[in-house]
Structures are given as C-alpha cells and as structure tokens.
C-alpha cells in the first residue's frame, strides 16, 4: 500500500511524461528558429563586410558615393539608400492619416453591419501578394502619371503610389485594431460629460490609442522599406541620384533583385549587392527595434 | 418641495422589447434619490434616459422635464443637457491622462481656457469629492495609478467641475471594497447640499444608508416611490416589502 502511494506520488506518469514532451518540442522550436536568425544574421554580415575587407571599398564612399557603376568597381550606394527612404516615407506620410480615418470611420462612425462588411475585405486586401500590386501599378498607376506628368512614368512617384496601395490595408487594419482596443467606459465616460463624438476621438481615443497607431505606422513602412517586387516593376531601376519624384530610380531591395542573378559569387559587385542587403537587415531591424521601444512605452 | 427633474410617462423600448413601461417619477433638489430593484428592473435604463445616454441605444418616449423645458425631444442640445445632468458609472474610468486633466476634461470640452479657472475648479472639485488631501502633491501624475475608490472619487470630481445640477450615478460603488464605498457614500451625503443625485443601487443597505428618497422597480414598471424610510418600514406594496426581505431579487 505505502509502496504504491510512494511510487504514485514520485515516480513518472503519462501527464508528465507528455508536460516533458510538449517542453522539449517547444525548446527544440525556439533553437531552431533563434539559429535561424542567427545564421541569417551571421551570413549576411560577413557577405555584406567583404566588400569593404576583402576588395577594399570604403565605407564611406559605399554610402556617400552617388556612383553605382559595378563595371567601374564604383559602389555608390547613396542613390538606393535615398530612393528606399524617399518612396518608404512618401508612402507612410499619406497612407498613415487615411489609414487612421478610415479606421476611426469604420469603428467610431459607421454602422455595424456596414463594419462588419469592410473589416473582411481590408483583412482580404492584406494578403494579396506584392506582384498583384505591381501589377496594378504597370497597368494603373505608370500610365496615368505618364498622362498627367509626362516622362515615362516610371519612378519613385510610382514607387511610392503602389508602396502606398500596398501598406494602406495593413496600416488600416492594425489602426482598426489598436482603436478597437480603447475600452468601451472611455467612450461612455466622454459621452456623459458632454463630449461631442468628435471631441471624444480627439482628446480620448486617439491619445490612448497612440503607441498603437505609431506601431501601426512604422510596420507599414517597414513593409514598404522591405518591399522588391512591386517596386522593381515600376520604379524604373536606374541607379542615378533622382532628382525628382518623376526620376527614375532604383531601391536597395531593387536592385538586389535585379542584380543578384547577373553577378558571380564573390567578385566584388556581387559582394556590393551584399553590403546592401546588410543595410536594408540592419534598418529592418530598427524598425522593429522603434516598434518595441513605442510599445513598451504605451504599456507603461 | 423643490422638484429638479420630472419624468412624465416614460417609456423605453430596445427595439421591439419594452423594458421600461410609463413611469412617472419627480426627483427633489438637493436629496438623493435611489433607485432599487432586480437587475433587469429597467433602472439603470431609466437613469440613463434622463441624460439622453440612451440615444443610440434605445428608443425613448415621454417626457423629461428639466425647469419646465422637455429635455426628451429631437432639437434639445445633447451635449449641453449633459453639462446640466452629469454622469457617473459603474467602474471607474479615469482617462490615461494626468490627474489634473482628467478633472477639467468637462470644463476643456465646454471651451474653458483661463488656467486660473481650470485649477481653482479642479481644486474645489476634487475637495468636494473628498479626494484632494490624496493627491494634491501628484495632480500631473497619470490617474491611472490611483487606488479604485480613488479613481471613482476622481470621476466623481470629473463630473462635478462642470457645475451640473444633477448627477445620475450608476451602482457607483459596486466594483469597490466597503471602506471606499463608504467613503464615497459620505460624500455623496456632503455634496447633496449643492446639487440632486438620483443614483441606481443594487446594494439596499446603501439605499438606507444614503438615499432621502427610494424609488423600487420591479419588471420595467415603478412599483412604489416614497421617503426612504416609509418604503423601508413601511412599504404600501407587497412587492416591495418581499424584494426588501430578501424574497426575490
């Protein structure tokens, strides 16, 4: 009797054995994916240093030159770095106050039936793929601002327009989220002091849903930082200094894309396209890094 | 006696559903009056109808007057009315603003800009809500730090800096402990000196406690209006005197 108890209360059981297993895949997981990042993070630092330790390229003038000539060993990389951040913030400027009114309309204005119509389709618009988007912008986009500007069309306006169509969704559907999350009292509280719908927007729900919007916002970009695809179909992809909206140009993510198939491994310009890829990891990781320090703050 | 409010045959329907059925009801100035019942008595719907918080929610009929004017119609400024009868709930809901933002939140919606104003309300606001002598040292810090029984004293203070006549409360003190319900009952009795309070209550000992005047609901229907004491000793209706005994509810 005393043995079975003993034997029952210390020894192994099925409940625990499976407590075992679930830990042992969850760590197993963890390792899996920590290493991942690892390596990608590994990888890509040496690739993206031999330009400058193993042919001797200058930091400085890999991004401060405006000369991007593989041919010429010239590794200017300014151009890109400029037309990445010159399409992102173009695209995040419009896109984040049209995102904020559509979703303050969707959860403070309208209807339910009629939210309960837009909410799937923003959702669905989430996840189209980039290419769709690119699509629309050789088909919808070039033409037109070739009409009314003239040029070819093609460029960082273009860029920027389908960067814009792009990250709208997301944007709207994170702001949907973050506005969601303002507790129902705070509206009910606004209400019963006399506030206007309008009022209560401005001086509760926005400021308590303030960290969230700015997350939403910077995700956008992010997206829009780290987007290829559909900016390589319209942004034209030349690699000069643009000097205008209308100016072709090329973005870090595009002209990885173009060029990674058409240099060999090691070479130098092969190697430049790496540096690049360096730069966009380490700006994609400030964006996230800026995501947790905003919302870390709005916890608070 | 003084009559701030006067509700005449109201009704109030969610939709089909009739969950408040012709009540007529006066509420002295300057007394606390509760209202009593089961849940689902209608008398929170009541109290919200009386500042117009129903609006969106449900359909209203009958008439509220408030000196001599039907607060109940389509062209009544909202928003004003709520200036006049001030609100309350149930949790308290300080804003993640600063302590003293959040008790001139009503005064800056009306358009009040002159600082010396804002603080000399705040100051006689949170006094009167029994709240000052606590954070008289941290009104720029967050309110949302505050204890429960404060934050709710800090919404009582939110309301009053508006200068309303009446303040509907809603079970204010059923999401606190009893040594902060009591406290809060303790103002209540203070403040009635300068404004009405009409206030739902589930709890009947806070109705003897602290109402002059007890109105009991039972179904959507008002079953007996009358001094507190009388509907406590000595209730006309049966109903009243088996929900007080504990029978139902």
Redesign the interface.
């Given at each position: 009797m005393m043995d079975k108890l003993k034997k029952q209360l210390l020894g192994p059981s099925a409940e625990s054995k499976q407590e075992l297993l679930g830990k042992l895949v969850s760590y197993i997981a963890i390792i899996v994916i920590g290493g991942l990042v690892g390596t990608i993070l590994v990888f890509l630092t040496i690739k993206g240093v031999a330009l400058f330790n193993n042919d001797h390229f200058s930091l400085w003038q890999f991004l401060s030159g405006v000369n991007w000539q593989p041919s010429h060993h010239l590794y200017g990389a300014l151009p890109m770095i400029a037309a990445s951040f010159g399409v992102t913030v173009l695209a995040g400027m419009v896109a984040l106050p049209l995102a904020l009114v559509v979703a303050l309309a969707l959860t403070e204005m309208l209807s339910k039936k009629i939210n309960q119509f837009c909410q799937p389709l923003i959702e669905l618009l989430v996840g189209i793929p980039s290419v769709v988007y690119g699509y629309i912008g050789l088909t919808v986009v070039v033409p037109n601002l070739r009409q009314l500007f003239g040029g070819t069309g093609f460029g960082l306006l273009a860029a920027a327009c389908v960067l814009f169509l792009m990250i709208l969704p997301t944007m709207t559907s994170m702001t949907i989220d973050s506005l969601r999350a303002v507790?129902k009292?705070?509206r009910?509280?606004?209400?019963?002091?006399?506030?206007?719908r309008w009022?209560t927007i401005i001086?509760?729900i926005i400021?308590?849903a303030r960290s969230d919007i700015f997350t939403a916002m910077v995700f956008g970009m992010s997206r829009a930082f780290g987007e290829a695809l559909a900016v390589q179909m319209v942004v034209g992809n030349t690699t000069i200094m643009p000097k205008g909206l209308m100016d072709s140009a090329a973005t870090l993510t595009s002209v990885i894309t173009t060029g990674i198939g058409n240099t060999v491994m090691g070479t130098p310009s092969n190697n430049a396209l790496w540096s690049l890829a360096l730069i966009l990891l380490i700006m994609s990781l400030a964006f996230n890094l800026l995501i947790r320090v905003v919302s870390r703050k709005g916890a608070r | 006696m003084k009559i701030a409010l006067e509700v005449k045959n109201l009704q109030v329907l969610y939709g089909e559903k009739h969950v408040v059925h012709d009540i007529n009801l006066k509420f002295p100035a300057n007394q606390i009056t509760a209202l009593i019942g089961a849940s689902g008595s209608g008398k929170s719907t009541v109290l919200r109808s009386l500042?117009r918080?129903n609006d969106d929610l449900a359909t209203v009929q009958g008439t509220i007057d408030f000196h001599g004017i039907n607060i109940n119609q389509p062209q009544v400024n909202v928003?004003?009315?709520?200036?006049q009868i001030?609100?309350?709930?149930q949790?308290p809901?300080p804003?993640?603003?600063s302590i003293y933002e959040n008790v001139i939140?009503?005064l800056?919606?009306?358009g009040e800009k002159d600082k010396q104003v804002l603080s000399q309300r705040a100051e006689e606001s949170l006094r009167q809500a029994a709240l000052w002598d606590e954070v008289k040292d941290q009104l720029n810090e967050s309110a949302l730090a505050l204890s429960g029984g404060q934050q709710q004293r800090l919404?009582i203070a939110?309301?009053l800096a508006?200068r309303p006549e009446i303040i509907l409360m809603d079970e204010p003190t059923s999401a606190l402990d009893p040594v902060s319900t009591s406290q809060i009952e303790d103002t209540l009795v203070q403040l009635k000196e300068e404004f009405t309070i009409i206030m739902v209550t589930h709890n009947m000992q806070q109705a003897s406690r602290a109402a002059d005047w007890t109105a009991f609901m039972h179904q959507g229907n008002l079953i007996e209006f009358d001094k507190t004491a009388t509907i406590f000793m000595n209730p006309r209706e049966q109903k009243t005197a088996d929900y007080l005994s504990g029978k139902f509810g």
């Open positions: 507790p009292q705070y009910m509280a606004s209400t019963g002091l006399g506030a206007t009022q001086r509760v400021p308590s | 500042n918080m928003y004003r009315v709520r200036q001030g609100m309350v709930f949790q809901t804003f993640p603003l939140y009503g800056r919606l009306a919404c939110r309301t508006v």
